[in-house]
T-cell receptor, first 115, second 116 residues
Framework: AQTVTQSQPEMSVQEAETVTLSCTYD???????LFWYKQPPSRQMILVIR??????QNATENRFSVNFQKAAKSFSLKISDSQLGDTAMYFC????????????FGKGTKLSVKP | GAVVSQHPSWVICKSGTSVKIECRSL??????MFWYRQFPKQSLMLMAT?????????EQGVEKDKFLINHASLTLSTLTVTSAHPEDSSFYIC????????????FGPGTRLTVL
């Protein structure tokens, strides 16, 4: 069975600084997707970034980028130029291709951006 | 695009009553919808997978007679908490799969249930 581990329950960063959130996963599958979701205080789940396992190039979305290390089964999220609005819970998630969209979530990292 | 709504956004009910939560995909058809439960400061816990026109698949430990799921159309799934008790108080989130090349989930805004 697939598992997703987020080893940092809480993190904080100063506004405008850079922070990296860690995520590791375990799977025997070769064709899968990885996601980072943000859940702000409103509790609406928001997709931050997505990585397809067969793509070697790391995904980037504006200030958000990932470091995808397939052999190490690592998928970290880097947030550059942190903003107060980035304060949220961040969940790493795994999806096996062909699983009807079934996501396996990590336990989450609570990120606080301080002014 | 890819908007999912939930109704109600919050509900307070008395112990022993039943509560229905609706999940709608507003601008796409969703053959698959998921229902999650989230306790404070915890991750999402998958309760069940709902496929249009068929019975829901429940995760281990989730009482199917207590949490009734009906996926009657390609845009609507409902979760009914029957004979609710205070321990059922929680945040319930639904999601719908877009059916595109990635089967990406789009999440509703959640429903906060409080059982008195």
């Amino acid at each position: 069975a697939q598992t997703v581990t987020q080893s940092q329950p809480e993190m904080s960063v100063q506004e405008a600084e850079t922070v990296t959130l860690s995520c590791t996963y375990d799977t025997s599958e070769s064709n899968y997707y990885l996601f980072w979701y943000k859940q702000p205080p409103s509790r609406q789940m928001i997709l931050v970034i997505r990585q397809e396992a067969y793509k070697q190039q790391n995904a980037t979305e504006n200030r958000f980028s990932v470091n995808f290390q397939k052999a190490a089964k690592s998928f970290s999220l880097k947030i550059s130029d942190s903003q107060l609005g980035d304060t949220a819970m961040y969940f790493c998630a795994f999806m096996n291709r062909g699983s009807q969209g079934n996501l396996i979530f990590g336990k989450g990292t609570k990120l606080s951006v301080k002014p | 695009g890819a908007v999912v709504s939930q109704h109600p956004s919050w509900v307070i009910c008395k112990s022993g009553t039943s509560v229905k939560i609706e999940c709608r995909s507003l601008d796409f058809q969703a053959t698959t919808m998921f229902w999650y439960r989230q306790f404070p400061k915890q991750s999402l816990m998958l309760m069940a997978t709902s496929n249009e026109g068929s019975k829901a698949t429940y995760e281990q430990g989730v009482e199917k007679d207590k949490f009734l799921i009906n996926h009657a159309s390609l845009t609507l799934s409902t979760l009914t908490v029957t004979s609710a008790h205070p321990e059922d108080s929680s945040f319930y989130i639904c999601s719908a799969v877009s059916g595109g090349p990635i089967d990406e989930q789009f999440f509703g805004p959640g429903t906060r249930l409080t059982v008195l």
